[in-house]
């Protein structure tokens, strides 16, 4: 996520440091930076942080805390306004996968551009400015963290008032979206209707539907402020392969309360920037959030983190974060924190444990060692077996392979099938190192082998039951046993090779090409020195060069080689290695050797 330090700078009365001073900071104690560009910093926010975090609100409240530089003033943690209400449009939920709904209602606006303040902060977390409306629902959304969204109330059905509906898809149902997509929904995603036409006009936490959009044309609209399920807007942008920055937010799960403090700040600035007038608000938040403690005790922080923090020292770490807290009267050095509603990542203990640390600093904590192991290591006997099989089968010659687990048939069919090709879980291991071999086959010469042997151990699932096999293939066939764990397990694990290999190093997707070469040289000419001369005049495309056959006759050695020329750029035509070949031909002759 893209966090401009200038508009970070708009919650603090005194300047901030240097945009790489900051993302140390964050580095240090709470997030890591991807890079740092024009004052810009891309955070990766961590998964448990995505409830409040992604918005610039956040890593402002992360800061301050950080640096301990007290913000100007928190959004939220102001009192906010619903008022006025309106029965102008009324809000129907029909699934318990939305928790708030709250519609806003503005008419006389006048849609335009921008001012550059607002065009430059979008512009700078890479947001393109549309227009001053659908601005000001993105703006609000980057600055709290809440996802926004506009309709052209002119464009909704109307009877009696306007009337928004959160529902499940019909089946079959389509719509197209703001990007002009048409997307076909399925019944289990949600959307958001005119509940007068029975139209979607857009799919819940993910986009907004284009015949709703807003225009130059607009003048009165409906802004959605809302809480979806985090699980169902993930699979609903996954499903449709749309993700967006709202579903991305959607997906971490938010508070439902954000949605009100999001609803106030976009209305206001949409009044401030296109005018009009506020016609009120409707709420629909059946089940409210409610308010939890989570507690913690000095001598369980001291012991998760091998430290000998005083009390003082967790009490200025829960200052500094702004976490309400008070001292058990009952319990001596035990504290009971209550989150602000953003913080849903406070529920355990280790939770608090955690903030605790990353304030006081992870530098701060000493680095102790491990108790020594006294007990006896228990002898996994799948591990064992599968180990102790592969070293054998990589002696006598064989590469693992990993196969699809995916296959054509067997008895137990994939709920979520990852295509519509290979449904089912597999039953054996044949059929994939039969098709693994073949391919390799083919690539023999490339890989420089004289035979592929393969081997794999994997999970089957057959005769009503899971389990793991052997599988190996090679010029002999295919076969599969079962992995022995009775009788070569050992009462301590055996140590086996390290491998030795330094790099991969891929070959190209085109096909090569195979050419040989003999000839006679002079006695004592060693295959090497041939090889040299082969590989500088044969360029970039030789490679694999390597001896198959070698005989001497009187004063003459006979030297085969194999050539395998090949491109990263085109497949290689005849043309291409018969030139390369003659290059070589000439050089061996320049060096009196004679090619057969």
Known sequence: MKISRNWLQTYFEKPLPEAQALADALTFHAFEIESVENDVLDVKVTPNRGHDCLSHRGVAKELSAILELPMKADALRQ????????????????????????????????????????????????????????????????????????????????????????????????????????????????????KNSGAAIGIAGVKGGKPAGISETTKDIIIESANFDGVSVRRTAAALKLRTDASSRFEQVLSPELAA?????????????????????????????????????????????GTKLAESDVADAFRRLELPYQSDEVRPHRVTVTPPFERLDLVIAEDLIEEVARIVGYDKIPAVELSKFTGKVEINPNFYAAEKSREELVAQGYSEVFTSVFADKGERVVANKVDGVRPYLRATLQDGLK??????????????????????????????????????????????????????????????????????????KYPFIVRDIALWVPAGIKPEDVLEVIRTHAGELLVRSEKFDEFTKGEKTSYAFRLVFQSFDKTLTDGDANERMESIYAAVKGKGWEVR
């Open 261 to 305: 403090y999001g609803m106030r700040a976009a209305a206001d600035l949409i009044l401030q920037l296109a005018g009009g007038e506020l016609a009120g608000f409707t709420d629909e938040y059946p089940a409210k959030q409610g308010i939890r403690t989570v507690s913690v005790t000095l001598s369980k922080i001291n012991a998760v983190l």
């Open 79 to 194: 009192t906010v306004s619903l008022e006025p209400r309106t029965d102008e449009v009324a809000v129907t939920i029909e699934t318990p996968l939305c928790p708030r709904y709250i519609a806003g209602y503005i008419t006389g606006v006048k849609v335009g551009p921008s001012p550059d303040w607002l065009r430059s902060s979008l512009e700078s977390v890479g947001q393109r400015s549309i227009n001053n409306v659908v601005d000001a629902t993105n703006y609000v959304m980057f600055n709290l963290g809440q996802p926004l969204h506009a309709f052209d109330a002119g464009q909704l059905k109307e009877k009696n008032g306007y009337s928004i509906e959160v529902r499940n898809a019909k089946k079959g149902e389509k719509m197209i979206a703001l990007d002009d997509k048409e997307y076909e929904l399925a019944e289990s995603m949600l959307v958001i209707g005119d």
């Open 435 to 508: 098709d693994a071999l073949e391919k390799n086959i083919r690539n023999k010469d490339l890989l420089g082998l004289k035979e592929v042997k393969l081997f794999e151990i994997g999970t089957v699932w057959r005769k009503g039951r899971e389990e793991i096999v052997l599988g190996t293939a090679d010029k002999s066939g295919v076969r599969e046993s079962e992995l022995t764990t009775s009788d070569v397990v050992n009462d301590v694990y055996e140590m086996l090779p390290v491998s030795t290999t330094e790099r991969y190093q891929t070959y190209s």
